[in-house]
């Protein structure tokens, strides 16, 4: 591996959670550990008719528990509610709140934060009340009539994509570069490549990474059924998402957020924080295909993957000198559904070749189903977990074995291995990939 | 070590002066405006009835080959705009693409080309969405999820949430171009594409690409994004029987509000070895970028923060990236929008990065012209910087009557010395994006 001076070392050293399974690392870990789902009926509305009538939804959460002054926050959506949550968590264990002299012009944002929710009863309301039997197009007036007395401001405000930057910046001070990306799927794993590159390149000391999500709403549901991306199984929802399993039949909505504090070393070194783990290597590529179908080789996940390890430089195809593969661990996108597991298996296949067996790869999404953006850094922070503790997270529900898919998902109950260099995908709607490579700190 | 030097090889704004840089260039030389009355939907229960769009005449289909004009049912006019101003900027750069034609090698290898795009939050065809919602009224009128779930949602086309997804711009974009290599959609209201060209120009840097379309677009010509827009006090009074062309006077005290235009730009952002390598023409340089996020008292931004500290941050992050002094820059391209509270913090930042050579600088607005143009903001912008330093001419100002602490007044068209233009942009939301366009000259830097 090249030698990097530690100014061109980028440690995390905060994360956090807010998720399905839980509002901590630990909760959510532990929960991770013992294969559990966070999967149930829907409940933000009334999908009862719906061709899917499950997600896994975060529970029982209050935003003020995690912040210094919840009145601040008061109009945060949902987003930034779960996003201030998770990063909460990962400022504090940074210990950055006690270090005095902090430039907060050298401390950034990047996010991988969805668009917020739609205040959709009233919007639907002055959308109907624009329109007419035998209509074709809304009577736009009328429509403004109704959406000026129904729709509120500060809920229509939040809603912009950026908000959860926002709200993170007022509650920690934060005054360098604010970005947020958002490209489906892969919006997470992007936002903290990027924010790695940025301190790499001398833009900041520290950047607050991560992502959060919730489509767990009307329009949200609906756009995924017409896709017929989501797994419409009958019967106990905790069964439904089944990632790499021969029977799998799409994915299950998750929301929540996961965040990092991303540091250089030598500014890390010098206040006496603790690197929990080292970003060596971040890959991104766009398929370029097809506006629904992923490449069927695999090619643009491979491209992402191939950057990354090239970045961290490890050969994918050379052994340790212990004799292990390059990686020890793949954090896959592994949604479940028929496309996704079968091309994204080829592609490990295509970068690794024959190593490509002996490297366990599992799916969380089994367990606290798909964050969508957000899903990305909630992945990258199990691998972290993963070097800590010497523990891989299982894929559940994983039962019928599809003959294609011929790697180890550490199916259905958690493994102990020895764990020190991780690699986590994910992959968007449009054609996104996105990789990063991770390892114990030393 | 020495930095890989970004330039500009192509140019593709997309206004309601048209595609292309030449159009819209003329009309800013001319001083002319095209805010008019909104064609796209009745504006007349909003405040303002008047915006700028593209033209009537434009039509996405005639900047794809005949094998993708399928795919422009699934687009919304975000993601029209970007992939005709895409084209644009292909060809001004005298690139072969797939998009120009498959059947030849490409300029660049597609492994090898980027893309980076900013976007806004879209907006759901509100006809379409409409029509489906029809069919799904409770007794008392209202929605009903039921039978929403049972049939409503069948009337939506499968594809629909893709024409809605903000990083859909950038994977049309991608896959008519054939770029594999790093991409990215930049959501971050005002200054997305700023923020977007800066990756871009860091992609390029780290060897990651050798050249990237980089931009944005953004449309809030739809009831509901025109309606958020008015919600976030961005709009003048304007009725669409009031003389539009002169409703928004950027710095102006008596100042009210502002108009929206849709529209956008993608550049071809190009390392310098690449362009000479290939024997571009070179327009200009993306000599720096810089960023930051100011503090909003009232945490989201509808108040864009007390001063310009934060903005003015931006802009001398984007100097010392460009390792120019305040001093070197010759002319700035701020948001401009004639909505007081934003101009002011726009006024601040200048004073605080140029002291009282403030209220000298030349300014050159663009909303009197092409109005507020949002998440496209930032492209359009460097686009126009281009040509000032390339034309060595600043356009024409309208409407401002009196700009206390800056130069921003009505002025005609003149010919001006000009080496650095300095491009930026705050955000509802806090984020600030600051550029530096310098003059190609080719024994280096200029």
Same mark, same amino acid.
Request: aromatic share 6%.
């Given at each position: ?41 829907? &409940? ?68 991988? *934060? ?12 002055? $959308? ?19 959406? @000026? ?32 990306? %958002? ?41 995924? $059924? ?9 019967? /106990? ?6 990632? +790499? ?21 030598? @500014? ?80 490990? =296949?295509?970068? +690794?070749?024959? @190593?490509?067996?002996?490297? #366990? ?8 189903? @798909? ?20 523990? %891989? ?9 599809? #003959? ?39 | ?15 309601? +002066? ?7 260039? *003329? ?38 080959? =005949? ?29 072969? &693409? ?32 409409? *029509? ?11 929605? /009903? ?11 939506? &086309? ?83 029987? *009031? ?63 007390? $001063? ?89 100002? %309208? ?48």
């Amino acid at each position: 591996m090249s030698t990097r001076t530690d100014s061109h070392r980028v440690v995390v050293t905060g994360m956090g959670w807010i998720t399905p399974l839980g509002h901590s690392i630990d909760a959510t870990w532990q929960r991770l550990m013992r294969s559990e789902s966070g999967m149930g009926p829907i &409940t933000r509305f009334d999908a009862r008719t719906f061709p899917t009538t499950f997600a896994a939804e975060v529970r029982d959460y209050d935003v003020a528990k995690f912040v210094a002054d919840a009145r601040v926050h008061a109009t945060a959506g949902l987003n930034s509610q779960f996003a201030l949550g998770a990063a909460s968590q990962a400022w504090a264990q940074s210990g950055l709140a006690r270090h005095a002299s902090l430039n907060r012009k050298r401390v950034g944002l990047y996010l991988g *934060a969805g668009e917020g929710v739609l205040d959709f009863d009233q919007y639907a309301a002055a $959308n109907l009340a624009g329109w007419q039997d035998g209509a074709t197009k809304l009577d736009a007036a009328r429509w403004a009539d109704v959406a @000026h007395k129904c729709l509120e401001q500060m809920r229509e405000v939040e809603q912009e994509p950026n908000m959860p930057l926002a709200h993170l910046a007022r509650e920690f001070g934060i005054r360098g570069p604010a970005l947020n990306c %958002l490209t489906a799927c892969a919006a997470s794993t992007q936002a903290i490549g990027e924010a790695y590159s940025l301190i790499l390149r001398g833009d900041a000391d520290v950047m607050v990474s991560g992502g959060t999500h919730t489509m767990i709403h009307v329009l949200g549901v609906t756009g995924f $059924n017409r896709l017929t991306a989501l797994s419409t199984s009958k019967g /106990d929802p905790t069964k439904a998402s089944r990632p +790499f399993d021969a029977t799998r039949d799409g994915f299950v909505m998750g929301e929540g957020s996961g965040m990092v504090v991303l540091e250089r070393l030598e @500014h890390a070194i010098a206040r006496g924080a603790t690197p929990l783990a080292e970003v060596v290597g971040y890959g991104s590529s766009a398929d370029a295909f097809r506006i629904t179908d992923i490449q069927p080789e695999g090619r643009g996940g491979a491209a992402s993957m191939h950057q990354a390890l090239a970045q961290a430089g490890i050969d994918p195809l050379a052994r340790r000198s212990d004799g292990r593969a390059a990686i020890d661990y793949i954090s896959a996108h592994g949604t479940g559904t028929k496309e996704n597991d079968s091309i994204e298996t080829r592609g490990v =296949k295509r970068v +690794f070749g024959e @190593h490509a067996k002996d490297i #366990p790869m599992s799916s969380i999404k089994g367990m606290m189903g @798909h964050l969508i953006a957000a899903a990305g850094a909630v992945e990258f922070i199990t691998c972290i977990l993963a070097i800590r503790d010497g523990m %891989l997270p299982p894929t559940i529900n994983y039962n019928t074995t599809d #003959p294609e898919l011929d790697l180890d998902y550490v199916p259905n109950v958690a493994r102990k291995a020895k764990v020190d260099i991780c690699l986590s995908n994910s992959f968007g709607f449009g054609g996104q990939n996105d990789t990063l490579v991770v390892k114990r700190y030393e | 070590m020495q930095r890989r030097r970004v330039v500009l090889t192509g140019l593709g704004p997309a206004t309601a +002066f048209g595609l292309g840089i030449e159009p819209l260039w *003329a009309a800013l030389v001319e001083g002319r405006s095209a805010l008019a009355p909104i064609r796209a939907f009745d504006a007349s229960g909003f405040r303002a009835a008047c915006g700028a769009e593209l033209p009537e005449s434009f039509d996405v289909k005639e900047f794809v080959l =005949k094998s993708y004009r399928k795919a422009t049912k699934v687009m919304a006019r975000d993601i029209e705009i970007a992939v005709s101003a895409a084209l644009t900027a292909v060809r001004d750069a005298g690139l072969t &693409t797939r998009g120009t034609d498959p059947d030849s090698p490409p300029t660049i290898e597609p492994n090898r080309f980027g893309c980076q795009i900013g976007a806004g939050l879209i907006a759901a065809d509100l006809d379409e969405l409409t *029509a489906a919602l029809w069919t799904s009224k409770g007794e008392q009128q209202q929605f /009903d999820a039921q039978k929403w779930g049972q049939q409503g949602m069948q009337d939506l &086309t499968p594809l629909w949430l893709l024409k809605y997804l903000p990083n859909m711009l950038a994977c049309h974009v991608t896959i008519i171009h054939d770029c594999q290599g790093p991409s990215n959609t930049i959501t971050c209201n005002e200054a997305s594409s700023g923020l977007s060209l800066a990756e871009s120009q860091r992609v390029i840097e780290r060897g990651a690409a050798d050249a990237c379309l980089s931009g944005g677009a953004d449309s809030k010509l739809n009831p509901m994004a025109y309606l958020r827009q008015e919600l976030a006090n961005r709009l003048a009074h304007c009725p669409v029987d *009031a003389d539009a062309t002169t409703a928004v006077r950027p710095f102006d005290p008596n100042a009210a509000g502002s108009l929206v235009g849709e529209g956008g730009g993608i550049l071809v952002l190009e390392a310098l070895d690449s362009a000479l390598g290939r024997g571009a023409r070179v327009l200009a340089m993306l000599s720096g970028t810089g960023a930051s996020q100011s503090f909003c008292e009232d945490t989201v931004g509808l108040v864009p923060g007390a $001063n310009g500290e934060s903005l003015a941050d931006a802009i001398e992050a984007a100097l010392r990236d460009a390792q120019l002094s305040a001093n070197d820059i010759d002319a700035a391209i701020p948001y401009g929008c004639g909505v007081s509270a934003i101009d002011a913090i726009e006024a601040d930042a200048l004073s605080r990065v140029f002291g009282t050579r403030a209220t000298t600088l030349p300014l050159v607005t663009l909303a009197p012209n092409i109005g507020a143009t949002v998440a496209g903001f930032g492209a359009i912008a460097v686009a126009v910087a281009a040509k000032c330093v390339i034309e060595q001419r600043l356009p024409a100002r %309208l409407n401002s009557q009196c700009t206390p602490g800056v130069c921003a007044i009505a002025a005609a068209s003149q010919s001006v010395a000009l080496r650095h233009v300095l491009v930026f942009s705050p955000s509802l939301g806090g984020q600030n994006s600051a550029a530096i366009i310098s003059r190609y000259e080719s024994q280096g830097v200029a």
